[in-house]
């Protein structure tokens, strides 16, 4: 679609009840990122009020019409979802508005392929639209979906702002308080230190509102189709950010005397509090075991594994709706009553299939039905199961097939291959689930973001003990693959040919180690942990990762990086199967301002408590390599990092390294568990100590 063109939802599909909203960007070093967020309007253009705001800190509404699904990384960048059901939208409410706003105010011009996508909940994508000319602008309105004599429209916006998140839900009536730049610290920041920037300009940029009468003519306020078919014949052009808004045509009414003032609405992402401190126990000694809901301890087969944990996990999704929600909300699940089944036997041929589990869930007389396919130890899926599981949710109009298992399945390889009918109307998506992923949403739920009954976070937490309890089979990604062995083996012997599918299949079970490693990471910590993608627009996944095979077989090299949000930078890990090393790396930008040696004094001062062997390279735009040493030679002597020639300090790079493990599994001295220990090691004893601002600075 083009900008100001619109276009009914019924005309798309014939199941609009329901859709998703894809928001898609990318960035040149993968650490570009936004928020999104859906306003509900009333004819008059306006919220109701602030609870008609969906944002971060509010991302789900009580009817069920809204809910932010976050954020997954794709090939090419992020995506962020939005479901919304359309059915369940209140009478009164016209308009919803999806939009998006970046952290810190920083503009959208340094993001590329800035992208809407609308799909139905089989996943179908129904209409695309992007946005090219992004700029200064640090919110966009990106569409909107509105009604017109009984039916769904949507119309392709593209509106931007420069006032950030604030401006943009001022602009509709919210009342705000503060905006996302309220917790930057505004303490006084010598221009010496690493992460100085100009507190004084953000603090001023905080106050800014934004441009209310051009933003919302922009956005398509047309009260009938006349209007619509004039934004469909003429594009809509954006009007200069800093327009004044026209006065309105009449004064407000005063407020009642005894009329309690508005309340405004805080836009500052809420902190996170790590858990408090266990309670002493009351058991005599150690030998005591605290009785659990869901014990492990007796299980002796895979069969039995597996069976126990589905029926836990499943009962716990019923139970806490919050959690539910997390995890079927992604596969098209609306917000409802759910139910869920263990071993329920359906008609299939001559012999009924028996599927793991099957999840309903109601809403508005309407039912939503997954079945449920799991695995547990490290046992793989068997294709002719799930092939067998989505003929028959096709032919009874169920809506999805979810599998469960050790394995992370990765965007544009799916863990198994089905057939798919097409000459069936019924879509079914097949969706898959890691036990890590599953265990991330849990402490995310318990530990970071917490659930609304205090027995709700008592099951999370016994579900949690069982996942994490080592005879339950739900570890996550254990084992490296078959040809682990034979491609490290290959590598050291130089025997390892171009094209060898040996290892793109490595390449692919790094791409799964580092995207649990994330889950792990982002649980403990409660906050967005993800892979970064530096793919070129367009790039084929396969030929993505033919390519980083090839690389793998020249230099013997598995590289990768992740982003920790607020953290002063990404880290890069790098596996060296020659001589069996892991390092961990990040860097960071020298400041703008002040003199190098107070850089390097300050630098040294904020490693105080990181690791003695800390290896620290200064960065310079000569073509010789920059001064380099341990931590432990260069807290007496910081003065050594600096040049001995003219050269520029352009940064710094910190890193750690470790010898591996040699195993494929999981075992002590196995890889998967060095990788985990390194990025563990490496987060907590180096990147926690950095001045948080250098990464807002360096994008």
């Known amino acids: 679609m083009v900008k100001g063109a619109n276009v009914g939802l019924a005309t798309l599909s014939e199941s609009t009840d329901a859709v998703t909203v894809i928001l898609g960007w990318s960035s040149p070093g993968g650490d570009g990122d936004a928020d999104v967020s859906v306003l509900l309007l009333t004819a008059d253009g306006k919220v109701r009020g602030n609870a008609d705001f969906f944002f971060y800190n509010s991302p789900t509404a009580e009817d069920g019409s809204v809910e932010l699904l976050g954020q997954s990384p794709t090939e090419t960048g992020t995506e962020d979802r939005i479901q919304l059901d359309l059915t369940a939208v209140p009478a009164d409410i016209e308009r919803l508005v999806i939009a998006a706003s970046r952290p810190n105010r920083a503009p959208f011009g340094q993001l590329d392929d800035l992208r809407l996508e609308l799909a139905d909940l089989g996943g179908e994508r129904l209409l695309g639209f992007s946005i090219t000319d992004a700029d200064t602008e640090s919110a966009f309105v990106f569409g909107e979906i509105y009604r017109r004599n009984e039916e769904w429209k949507f119309r392709a916006v593209g509106q931007g702002y420069d006032t950030g998140l604030a401006g943009l839900a001022t602009d509709f009536g919210i009342e705000i308080e503060d905006d996302e730049t309220e917790d930057v610290d505004n303490e006084d920041v010598d221009n010496e230190g690493i992460g100085t920037e100009d507190v004084e300009a953000e603090a001023a940029e905080a106050e800014a509102v934004g441009t209310a009468a051009a933003g919302n003519e922009a956005a398509g306020n047309g009260s009938d189709d006349s209007r619509a078919e004039e934004d469909r014949a003429a594009p809509m052009t954006k009007p200069p950010l800093d327009t004044p808004a026209p006065a309105p045509d009449t004064a407000p009414a005063p407020a009642a005397e005894d009329a309690p003032a508005p309340k405004r609405l805080r836009t500052a992402k809420k902190k996170v509090t790590l858990p408090k401190a266990a309670k002493p126990s009351l058991a005599e000694n150690d030998t005591w075991r605290t009785a659990r809901l869901f014990p492990a301890t007796s299980l002796k087969s895979d069969r039995e594994r597996e069976v126990r944990a589905t029926s836990v996990l499943l009962s716990v999704m019923a139970q806490v709706p919050e959690f539910g929600r997390r995890l079927t909300a992604a596969f098209g699940a609306p917000a409802g009553r759910t139910e869920t089944f263990t071993e329920v036997s359906l008609p299939h041929g001559e012999t009924p299939k028996r599927p793991d589990g099957v999840i309903r869930v109601e809403r508005a007389g309407r039912l939503w039905t997954a079945l449920v396919e799991s695995k547990t130890n490290g046992n793989p899926l068997k294709t002719e199961q799930v092939q067998d599981y989505m003929d028959i949710a096709a032919r009874r109009g169920y809506e999805a097939v979810i599998t469960v298992s050790n394995d992370v399945a990765l965007d544009g390889s799916p863990l198994v291959q089905v057939k798919i009918d097409g000459r ?59 040809a682990w062995v034979p491609v490290r083996k290959a590598i050291d012997e130089e025997t390892l040919t171009t094209g060898d599918e040996r290892a793109t299949q490595v390449v692919e079970s790094w791409e799964r180690l580092i995207r649990q490693v994330c889950f792990q990471l982002g649980g403990e910590l409660g906050v967005k942990v993800l892979p970064v993608q530096r793919a070129r627009r367009g790039e084929d996944a396969g030929a993505r990762r033919a390519a980083l095979a090839d690389r793998l077989r020249e230099d013997g090299r598995l590289n990768a990086e992740i982003r920790v949000d607020g953290a002063a930078g990404t880290i890069a890990i790098a596996a060296d199967l020659r001589v069996g090393k892991l390092r961990t790396s990040t860097e960071i930008p020298a400041p703008e301002q002040g003199y190098p040696l107070s850089w390097v004094k300050r630098l040294v001062r904020q490693l105080g408590e990181a690791p003695a062997d800390l290896h620290v390279e200064t960065l310079t735009d000569g073509e010789a390599a920059g001064p380099r040493g341990t931590l432990e030679k260069l807290r007496p002597e910081p003065g050594d990092l600096l040049p001995k020639d003219s050269s520029r300090i352009t940064g710094f790079r910190l890193s750690l390294s470790k010898s591996m493990g040699s195993t494929r599994g999981n075992a002590e001295s196995g890889f998967i568990r060095s990788v985990d220990a390194a990025v563990e090691r490496f987060h907590s004893g180096v990147l926690v100590h950095l001045d948080q601002r250098t990464s807002r600075r360096a994008q």
């Open 424 to 482: 069936r109307k019924h879509k079914v998506l097949l969706g898959h689930l890691s036990w890590a992923e599953v265990a991330y949403q849990a402490k995310m739920l318990i530990r970071h973001e917490g659930v609304g009954n205090p027995a709700h976070a008592w099951l999370l937490q016994e579900l949690l003990h069982y996942l994490q309890h080592e005879n339950s089979g739900c570890h996550g990604f254990q084992n490296m693959g078959p």
